[in-house]
């Protein structure tokens, strides 16, 4: 049995994008928590978010987050999920969990580039760069006491695939 791999981190690190090609080269199913929410629901994080506020939508990522988890699997989740010590626990209880790490600045420009704002809405109300910097430097240890294995994510998306099968032991030889 192949245990999921939960990748964990900021928005922007490339959990969506570094998932996809990892379930790919691994040969596994890709699910995205924060668009199985959206599917589910038929509704962006942003409307779920306005209608019903940020408590109600954590409670449906954790409803996510368990609905998703099963073997074989990438699993991209949102990047307030290791917010909740449930989901924490239950992350490296079920799988093995990454943190795709990656500076503000890096994050930031990414952003800055594809704000996809239906997907990400705005947790403090400020710039964006002013945003990841507060968020991150709230949320950073809960990343790693989260994670199994830290990665850098500022490199190219097939560098940071090739770092998670090293770290995890996949690369095929
Ligand atoms: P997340 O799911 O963690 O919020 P995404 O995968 O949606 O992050 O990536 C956010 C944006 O950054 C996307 O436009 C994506 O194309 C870009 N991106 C993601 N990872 C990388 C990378 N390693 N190098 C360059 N751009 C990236
Ligand atoms: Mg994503």
Same mark, same amino acid.
């Given at each position: 049995m192949t245990l999921p791999i939960f990748l964990v981190g900021a928005r922007g690190c490339g959990k969506t994008t570094v998932g996809q090609a990892l379930a790919l080269a691994q040969g596994c199913q890709f699910i995205d928590t924060d668009f199985w929410l959206q599917e589910t629901s038929q509704q962006t994080i942003a409307d779920i978010?306005?209608?019903?506020?940020? #408590?109600?939508?954590?409670?449906?990522?954790?409803? @996510?987050?368990? $609905? /998703?988890? %099963?073997?074989?699997?990438?699993?991209?989740?949102?990047?307030?999920?290791?917010?909740?010590e449930y989901n924490r626990?239950?992350?490296? #209880?079920?799988?093995?969990?990454?943190?795709?790490? @990656?500076?503000? $600045? /890096?994050? %930031?420009?990414?952003?800055?580039?594809?704000?996809?704002e239906g997907q990400r809405p705005t947790l403090t109300?400020?710039?964006?760069?002013? #945003?990841?910097?507060?968020?991150?430097?709230?949320r950073d240890a809960l990343y790693r006491e989260a994670a199994h294995h830290v990665v850098n994510?500022?490199?190219?998306?097939?560098?940071?695939?090739?770092?998670?099968?090293?770290?995890l032991q996949l690369a095929r030889a």
């Open positions: 978010v306005a209608r019903d506020g940020w #408590e109600a939508f954590r409670a449906r990522e954790t409803d @996510a987050l368990k $609905a /998703v988890t %099963a073997p074989a699997r990438v699993i991209a989740t949102g990047g307030g999920i290791i917010l909740s626990h239950f992350m490296r #209880e079920k799988g093995i969990v990454v943190y795709l790490c @990656a500076p503000v $600045a /890096v994050l %930031a420009d990414r952003l800055e580039a594809f704000p996809e109300g400020k710039p964006i760069s002013e #945003e990841v910097s507060e968020v991150l430097a709230l994510a500022a490199q190219s998306p097939d560098q940071v695939v090739s770092d998670i099968e090293a770290a």
